[in-house]
C-alpha cells in the first residue's frame, strides 16, 4: 500500500484537488440555474444562450481548472487507480452542500454512502503493483 | 416525469453505455495529454488530447443531462460508475495495467457508497 502511494501519491493528491474542484464547479454552475429554464432560454437565441452562459461561467472555470489539474494528475500513475478517485467529488460535493447550505437535510444513508466510497478509493488507491511511471 | 416506454429504455441504455464509455475514454485521451514528470505543464494546453478528452466529457455530460430528465437522480448518479469499469478495461487494453483482484472490490465498494450516496439524496 505505501508502496503504491509512493508511485501514484502524487496523481491522488491533484485527483483529490480536481475532485474537489469539479464538486465545487458543479455548485457554481447548478446553483444559478435553479429558477431558469435552460431550453426556453437556449430557444431564445444569441441572448438567451448569453445569460446561461454569464450565470454558469463561475462555475466552467472551476470545472476548466479542476480538468488541468486532473489531466497533470493522471501522468502520475495508473489510470484505473488515479480515475476512480472522481468518485471523491461526491464527498466533496456533500461537504461543500453542508457548508453553504446547512438548512438542507442530509440523510444518514448519504452519509454512510460517502465513508463507503472513502473506504473503496483507499482500497483502489493503495492497489497498484506494476509500475506507475509509464504515461 | 412520464411513463417509459420499451424504446425509451432501449434509448437510455444505449445513451447510458456511450455516455459512461466516453467519459472514459475522455480520462485515456486526458492521460495522453499529462506531461507528467518534469514535463512542461504549458504543453498540456497544446496538446490536442487534452481537447478531444474535453469535448468528450461535454458530450458526456450532455448525455448525462439528458439521463437526468429521464431518470431519478438517485437512478442515474450510480448508474454513472459504469465509468470505472470502462476504465478499468480500457487502460488494461490501451495502457497495459493490470486488472488485479483489490482494483475490482475498491470498485465495487465505490459503486455501494455511490448507490448508498445517492438513495440517500433520493429520500
Known amino acids: ?135 | 416525469m412520464m411513463p417509459l416506454t420499451t424504446k425509451d429504455i432501449i434509448i437510455i441504455v444505449v445513451i447510458l453505455l456511450v455516455e459512461t464509455f466516453l467519459s472514459s475514454l475522455a480520462s485515456y485521451f486526458l492521460k495522453k495529454a499529462s506531461p507528467a514528470d518534469g514535463g512542461s505543464k504549458i504543453k498540456l494546453l497544446l496538446s490536442p488530447f487534452f481537447y478531444l478528452g474535453g469535448v468528450m466529457y461535454v458530450i458526456a455530460a450532455l448525455g448525462n443531462i439528458y439521463l437526468l430528465q429521464k431518470l431519478p437522480y438517485a437512478v442515474v448518479l450510480p448508474l454513472g460508475s459504469i465509468t470505472y469499469i470502462w476504465t478499468m478495461f480500457l487502460s488494461n487494453r490501451l495502457l497495459g495495467e493490470k486488472i488485479t483482484k483489490r482494483k475490482i472490490l475498491g470498485m465495487i465498494v465505490i459503486i455501494v457508497g455511490v448507490t448508498l450516496v445517492a438513495y440517500g439524496k433520493g429520500k
Open chain 1, 1 to 135: 500500500m505505501l508502496e503504491s502511494l509512493k508511485k501514484n501519491g502524487k496523481g491522488i493528491i491533484l485527483l483529490l484537488i480536481s475532485a474537489f474542484s469539479l464538486a465545487l464547479g458543479q455548485l457554481l454552475w447548478k446553483k444559478p440555474l435553479e429558477n431558469v429554464d435552460v431550453a426556453a432560454a437556449l430557444a431564445q437565441g444569441f441572448i438567451g444562450i448569453l445569460g446561461v452562459f454569464v450565470k454558469i461561467l463561475p462555475g466552467f472555470v472551476v470545472y476548466a481548472i479542476g480538468a488541468i489539474v486532473m489531466t497533470i494528475g493522471l501522468g502520475y500513475g495508473e489510470l484505473s487507480v488515479l480515475q476512480p478517485i472522481n468518485s471523491m467529488s461526491y464527498v466533496f460535493a456533500l461537504i461543500l452542500s453542508a457548508i453553504f447550505f446547512p438548512a438542507e437535510k442530509i440523510s444518514w444513508i448519504t452519509i454512510v454512502g460517502v465513508f463507503v466510497v472513502i473506504a473503496g478509493v483507499i482500497v483502489i488507491g493503495g492497489s497498484s503493483k506494476n509500475d506507475a511511471s509509464d504515461h
